[in-house]
């Protein structure tokens, strides 16, 4: 199922919003950067000891499409932070989350 550019921004809210949800139930504070643009990340988290920056990734279909550079800002951002760079993707409706650490 192939979605549309505002189909797809919507379904990447929504999974932002479920992964912040999901970060809370495991007594981390978490946000989601509203607007961010390419270079910037999607959320971040952190529990008082670690920090994660996360790129937020889902999809309808069978195929999720990811950048080399924005896993490049990914990793560039989590240096500048000190914090630990992460993938997440979901399928919708076919699995759960999957998490990528990216080594910084």
Do not use: C
């Not at 379904?11 to 390419?38: C, M, T, V, W």
């Amino acid at each position: 199922m192939d979605l549309d550019v505002e189909n797809r921004q919507s379904l990447n809210i929504k999974h932002e919003y479920e992964l912040i949800n999901l970060f809370r139930d495991q007594n981390f504070e978490a946000a989601r950067l509203p607007g961010a643009i390419s270079r910037a990340p999607d959320l971040i988290a952190g529990d008082g000891e670690t920090v994660f920056i996360l790129r937020v990734k889902a999809t309808g279909g069978e195929r999720i499409e990811l950048f080399k550079k924005h896993v490049w800002d990914l990793k560039r951002f989590s240096v500048k932070l000190k914090a630990k760079p992460l993938l997440a993707l979901k399928y919708e409706g076919h699995s759960p989350w999957i998490f990528a650490h990216l080594s910084a």
